[in-house]
């Protein structure tokens, strides 16, 4: 018998924003099948946008896009900063995704893109790292209160999604 090792991973700024969009649909899909959610409805255009800025973060193995994450200087939700203690410069985390069948093969993908996130975070200045998270999704929530995020303000609603806030100071 063989052994074929597998291709390593690797980061880089994503190009495709299909390839990205369709990475991120298998990861919501995924969530609320597991959850019993309903499934996000997610639009082409803003990931065009976000890959267009190359705030989008793609890991790889070998071909493969495994897990993605975004990072902006400007909050991707409505709700305004007030929930939030004062920073000087946050950074915001958005779209965290992992495509199931590599959640299945490797549990540390999600913890990577997050310790990706606040270094890169940290090398462009930021203080804090935010994120939005739907508490539903707790294995999610946990991965990010393990690495250091606290919950700020209360859960809110709109409809059937539910989402808190939290932040991670990021030391120098």
Do not use: I
């Not at 924003?17 to 609320?32: F, G, I, P, Q």
């Amino acid at each position: 018998m063989t052994s074929h090792p597998e291709s390593a991973l690797t980061w880089e700024r994503a190009d495709s924003a299909e390839e990205v969009h369709a990475l991120l649909c298998a990861s919501d899909a995924h969530h609320a099948e597991q959850y019993d959610l309903p499934v996000p409805q997610r639009n082409l255009d803003r990931s065009r946008a976000l890959v267009a800025a190359r705030a989008v973060h793609l890991l790889r193995r070998g071909d493969t896009p495994v897990a993605m994450f975004t990072l902006t200087d400007h909050p991707p939700y409505r709700r305004g900063p007030d929930v939030f203690p004062p920073a000087g410069l946050p950074m915001y985390l958005q779209r965290l995704a992992v495509h199931p069948d590599a959640a299945r093969r490797d549990a540390t993908l999600g913890m990577r893109c997050v310790r990706r996130a606040c270094e890169t975070a940290r090398s462009a200045g930021a203080d804090v790292l935010r994120a939005e998270a739907n508490p539903d999704l707790r294995k999610s929530v946990a991965l990010l209160t393990g690495l250091g995020f606290v919950p700020h303000g209360v859960v809110e609603a709109d409809g059937p999604l539910r989402r808190v806030h939290l932040q991670r100071p990021l030391d120098r």
